[in-house]
């Protein structure tokens, strides 16, 4: 996947390292010509001693060299990140058979992102670019002005399988906008996907993205999370949504906890303008906090007898942490006729709702989907199912007013 690297100027970076091949790839990464100034420093950060701060600050960009094992040196840059603002970006450089553990412990402690020492200039470049354009929407909501909370979008399913993932996947990346949507062309939209299905969470294949042990940090850490460090986990989609991605180890489901989800979209809704959550098909006490702030809830279904029996249980149980929880029914993999079967009738006074959201089974471009991780709306957004998601898009955020921030 393929970053732009157009941010990559105007900038004024530190480099802290004694190697005049890491200055020349630096150096290439950021050409004087394009209005950058490189300082480099041929020494360590406990060597800078106090300066290192000052040092630090001054800067858009330090990107430094450390042994993970010298526990001095990791205390000298922690002693700088604990000073400096969000505004410095901090990269490690490192041996390439870095442990996880050690990696961990330096993202612990505020560092942006740990890449090996071997790290060519074009692959430098990405990366930096990923983690600028990160920072870029860490900034109040202009949707509403500065008062304005993010809406938070849960998307449940009423069984496994049913394709919950594909549509939060699919409804993060129309709900970004821009160019190319119908219902929102001026402007692109800042969006979050976080999927929550922490054993069964899918929703990074779609996207052709890895895990990076983010979450799963996040989740041991008995630490509250800061903006700085939520930011280094999340990873930038080309289309434009930050996707926080489900652990790749298999972790309880009780793993998780109500203060952590609380921390979590604390900081995000003041960064997004949406935030899309995708759930464990599970009844969980760290899910109520969502249901709590939720501006609309899509539950994807069929219309089977179980399935619908199961949705109106899951509403009678979201709508009591939300009494006033608008509920959208998102019926896949089948198409709305124009004259209602008796069981689609039936359903509809089961759910005390009419089902306006039907997801056409297109099984050749949702498998083609999957299999590029490429999300139907950008790879197929003509396609019957395409449309269909964009207009699901358009409709869950419709009529939906930008949620102040109460004054204390």
């Known amino acids: 996947m393929e970053n732009s690297v157009s941010n990559l100027k105007s900038h004024s970076v530190m480099l802290v390292s004694e190697s005049d091949a890491i200055a020349r790839v630096v150096a290439d990464v950021f050409p004087a010509d394009e209005d950058n100034k490189v300082s480099a420093k041929a020494t ?8 290192a701060f000052q040092l630090a600050s001054d800067h858009d960009v330090v990107i430094f060299e450390i042994d993970p094992v010298d526990a001095d040196e990791v205390q000298a840059v922690e002693d700088v990140l604990s000073c400096c603002d969000d505004g410095t970006l901090f990269i490690a450089l490192t041996q390439n ?9 330096l993202r612990r ?3 942006d992102d740990v890449l090996p020492l071997s790290i060519d200039g074009e692959e430098l470049k990405a990366a930096l670019s990923e983690k600028i354009n990160a920072r870029k929407v860490a900034h ?3 949707l509403g002005g500065a008062n304005a909370l993010g809406k938070v979008i849960p998307i449940a399913k009423s069984r496994g399988g049913v394709g919950a993932s594909t549509v939060a996947a699919n409804l993060a990346c129309a709900l970004v906008g821009g160019r190319g949507s119908f219902f929102r062309k001026s402007a692109k939209s800042r969006v979050a996907l976080l999927d ?11 996207l052709d993205l890895e895990d990076n042990g983010g979450f799963l940090q996040l989740i041991e850490s008995d630490e509250k999370p800061d903006d700085h460090f939520l930011s280094s986990i999340l990873q930038q989609h080309t289309l434009g949504v930050d996707v926080l991605c489900a652990p790749a180890p298999m972790v309880p489901l009780q793993s998780m906890r109500p203060d952590l989800v609380e921390d979590i979209l604390d900081l995000l809704q003041r960064r997004y303008d949406y935030i899309v959550v995708d759930l464990p098909c599970a009844i969980l006490e760290w899910v109520e906090p969502i249901f709590k702030r939720a501006t609309q809830l899509a539950l994807v279904s069929d219309t089977t007898v179980p399935c619908v029996r199961q949705a109106r249980r899951l509403i009678d149980i979201y709508r009591e942490a939300n009494m006033a929880l608008p509920v959208e029914i998102v019926v896949n993999r089948e198409r709305n006729k124009l004259i209602r079967p008796s069981h689609v009738r039936e ?5 005390e709702t009419k089902l306006k959201h039907w997801l056409p089974d297109n099984p050749k471009v949702a498998r083609n989907s ?4 490429r999300p139907v709306v950008e790879m197929k957004p003509q396609s019957d199912l395409g449309k269909a998601l964009t207009k699901l898009a358009a ?8 949620v102040a921030i109460k004054k204390t």
Do not use: C, H, M, W
Request: glycine share 8%; no cysteine.
């Open 140 to 142: 109040p909501l202009a």
């Open 395 to 402: 409709a869950v955020t419709a009529d939906v007013q930008p």
């Open 196 to 206: 929550f299905d922490l054993q069964f969470g899918n929703s990074n294949v779609f």
């Open 44 to 51: 360590s950060f406990q060597a800078l001693n106090g300066a």
């Open 97 to 105: 058979d870095l442990s996880i553990t050690k990696a961990r412990e």
């Open 347 to 351: 359903a509809e006074k089961v759910l």
């Open 370 to 373: 999957v299999d590029l991780g």
């Open 109 to 111: 402690i505020g560092v």
